[in-house]
C-alpha cells in the first residue's frame, strides 16, 4: 500500500535525514536537480542524454516514497512546491558536500591534501630543510605542513607512536622498525663571536678550541654535539666544558656572540645572517656529517612519498 502524499499546505521542511529510512537512487535525484534547474522534464532528460519518460517516472517514484509533490506540473510546465523548493535547496548543498568529499578523497589518494606532521632537529632559513619544505608547499599547496623540533630520541618515539610521519635528524640511524634513509652531508664548523682572538682565522682544528667552553641546545641536536665533542676529545685532550642551555637556535646564537661560549655547528646551518658571530671550518674533521630521515614503513601516506622523493631530488 502506498503511502499518502503529504500536502503542501503543511510547509513541512524535508531534511536530507528523512532520506536514511530509505535507499534512492542517485540517479532519481541527480534527475530532481535537473529539473528543478530546467522546470522541464524534457530540456533536463535532453541535458541528462536520457528520455523524458524516464525522468518523469523516476521523480515520480521520488515523490511517493518521499510523501510529498515535488513539482507542480501543466501543460505549460513544471514548478517547484513549497515543499519540493525546501527539498531541491538541502539537496543542493548535500551534493555539494558530497563532491567536495569526493575532490578531497581522490587527493588524498593523490598526495594533494591532508597534513604531514614533521619532526625537525632545527629549523633557520636557506637550510636544506627549509628550502625543502618551501618547496614541497609550493608543490603541493593542498598539503599542511605541521613542523616540530625535536631531539632525534624524542623524534623516533614520536614517529614510533604515529605522532610524526616523518623526522629528519642528524647521524644515520639502524632501527629495526623503522626505515631510515640519509638525505645529504654537511660539513662541521664551529661558531664563536666575532671578539674572539680565534675569529680572524681561515679555519681551526679541534685541538685548537679544546679548552673553549662549548654551549649546546637541550634539544635539537644537543645531544648529539655532545656526544661529538666527547668523542673527538677521547684519549687526545680533557673533555672541555659543556654547558647545556635550554634554548632555540637564535638564542644560542646571542650566547655565543656575547663571548659566552662557542659551539658546533652544521655549514648548512651558518647561511642565515648572525650579527657577531663568524663560523670557520673544522680542518681536521675527519668526515662530514649526515642527516636522515626516519619514517614508519607502516605510513603509505602519498603525501610522505612525495616528500622523500623531492627530498631524493634536493639533495
Same mark, same amino acid.
Given at each position: ?62 515523490? !511517493? ?14 514548478? %517547484? ?56 608547499? #609550493?608543490? =603541493? ?9 625535536? #631531539? ?8 614510533? !607512536? ?9 647521524? *644515520?640511524? !639502524? ?16 661558531? %664563536? ?24 641546545? $637541550? ?6 654535539? =655532545? ?5 673527538? $676529545? ?28 662557542? $659551539? ?5 646551518? *651558518? ?16 668526515? *662530514? ?6 619514517? $614508519? ?19
Amino acid at each position: 500500500m502506498r503511502r499518502r502524499k503529504r500536502s503542501n499546505d503543511d510547509r513541512e521542511d524535508i531534511t536530507l535525514s528523512s532520506l536514511r529510512g530509505g535507499r534512492f537512487p542517485m540517479a532519481s535525484l541527480i534527475q530532481t536537480l535537473a529539473v528543478a534547474e530546467y522546470l522541464s522534464f524534457q530540456r533536463a532528460a535532453l541535458a541528462l542524454g536520457t528520455s523524458q519518460s524516464s525522468v518523469s517516472a523516476r521523480i515520480r517514484a521520488l515523490e !511517493e516514497d518521499l510523501g510529498i509533490m515535488l513539482f507542480y506540473r501543466n501543460t505549460r510546465g513544471v514548478r %517547484l512546491t513549497e515543499a519540493g523548493r525546501r527539498f531541491v535547496d538541502q539537496l543542493n548543498d548535500a551534493m555539494g558536500i558530497l563532491d567536495r568529499a569526493i575532490k578531497t578523497a581522490g587527493m588524498q589518494a593523490r598526495g594533494e591534501d591532508g597534513e604531514l606532521r614533521i619532526g625537525v632537529h632545527a629549523l633557520t632559513a636557506g637550510c636544506f630543510l627549509d628550502r625543502l619544505l618551501q618547496r614541497f608547499h #609550493t608543490e =603541493h599547496p593542498g598539503v599542511r605542513l605541521n613542523v616540530t623540533e625535536s #631531539t632525534a630520541r624524542d623524534a623516533q618515539f614520536m614517529v614510533r !607512536e604515529g605522532r610524526l610521519d616523518i623526522a629528519f635528524m642528524a647521524c *644515520t640511524h !639502524e632501527i629495526a622498525d623503522l626505515n631510515s634513509r640519509v638525505i645529504w652531508r654537511d660539513r662541521l664548523m664551529v661558531g %664563536l663571536s666575532v671578539k674572539h682572538p680565534l675569529a680572524a682565522s681561515q679555519e681551526v682544528e679541534w685541538r685548537g678550541i679544546a679548552e673553549e667552553t662549548f654551549l649546546i641546545r $637541550s634539544g635539537g641536536t644537543g645531544p648529539q654535539i =655532545h656526544d661529538l665533542i666527547v668523542l673527538r $676529545s677521547a684519549g687526545k685532550w680533557p673533555v672541555p666544558t659543556i654547558l647545556r642551555h635550554d634554548v632555540g637556535h637564535e638564542a644560542l646564537m646571542s650566547l655565543i656572540a656575547v663571548g659566552q661560549g662557542i $659551539s658546533i655547528f652544521v655549514q648548512d646551518m *651558518t647561511g642565515a645572517t648572525t650579527a657577531n658571530v663568524v663560523f670557520l671550518q673544522i680542518c681536521d674533521e675527519p668526515e *662530514t656529517i649526515p642527516f636522515s630521515a626516519v619514517w $614508519s614503513p607502516a605510513n603509505r601516506d602519498p603525501a610522505l612519498i612525495k616528500l622523500l622523493a623531492l627530498a631524493n631530488d634536493l639533495r
